[in-house]
């Protein structure tokens, strides 16, 4: 039972446009969100975090977006840069544990 | 310089064989996690451990062994009970006891079952 989905397997924007990953999350009990990138044969690498309490964060070209009622965030990335190609991860942790649960990403690609 | 060091990067084994997957800290996290990722399926989450002497399964955690005898150390077995062991494994730590934040990992062990 996958509790974090992202639905989209993989997308392609042009470089300097919008990129928007979404992702939706089944469990109420998650208090904490989390986005990661990812390169082929290399751990993730931390990207934005939101916390259940808010409904966007913002870091630099990145912006998190949380719709709690729709149990839905998703991930913009403006502007879009070829060295954003990867895959990115949305995680989510189980309120009052450190477990983490990650969707099945999406891969990004960004054309020059 | 403070991080997390899977071994070996890549492992070959035979079937009906058990092998280790070291992963070692120096962040002086308390949480350590093991996960795995295969193509299409995300990162799925074997076991993982809040302080030394404990840990928990994760959802796949069948086949799967894990001790915590140090804080800095979390070694996963992948015994020969595990039916589809060929993947690639990644270790990760977190700060545990305080604000949650993010999980930091290490470069990835790729086993392959021969």
């Known amino acids: 039972d996958q509790q974090v989905k992202q639905n989209s397997p993989s997308l392609s924007v042009q470089e300097g446009r919008i990129s928007i990953l979404n992702c939706d999350y089944t469990?109420?009990?998650?208090?904490?969100f989390l986005w990661y990138k990812k390169y082929p044969a290399e751990g993730p690498t931390f990207l934005i975090s939101?916390?259940?309490?808010?409904d966007k964060n913002e870091d630099g070209r990145f912006t998190v977006f949380l719709n709690k009622s729709a149990k839905h965030l998703s991930l913009h990335i403006v502007p879009s840069q070829p060295g954003d190609s990867a895959v990115y991860f949305c995680?989510?942790?189980?309120?009052?544990?450190?477990?983490?649960?990650f969707g099945t990403g999406t891969r990004l690609k960004v054309l020059a | 310089d403070g991080g997390i060091t899977q071994s070996p990067k890549y492992l070959f084994r035979k079937e009906g064989q058990n092998v280790t997957l070291s992963c070692e800290q120096n962040?002086?996290?308390?949480?350590m996690y093991w996960y795995r990722q295969d193509p299409g399926q995300g990162l799925r989450l074997i076991y993982y451990s809040q302080i030394v002497n404990d840990f928990q399964k994760g959802d796949i955690a069948e086949g799967y062994s894990v001790s915590r005898e140090k804080k800095e150390s979390f070694p996963l077995t992948v015994t020969s009970a595990q039916k589809n062991p060929t993947a690639f494994y990644l270790c990760?730590?977190?700060?545990?006891?305080?604000?949650?934040?993010?999980?930091?990992f290490g470069e990835g062990s790729r086993l392959t079952v021969l």
């Open positions: 469990n109420s009990m998650f208090d904490y």
């Open positions: 939101i916390s259940s309490i808010k």
């Open positions: 962040l002086n996290h308390d949480a």
């Open positions: 995680a989510a942790i189980l309120s009052g544990t450190y477990k983490y649960i």
């Open positions: 990760a730590s977190s700060i545990a006891g305080g604000p949650v934040g993010e999980l930091f």
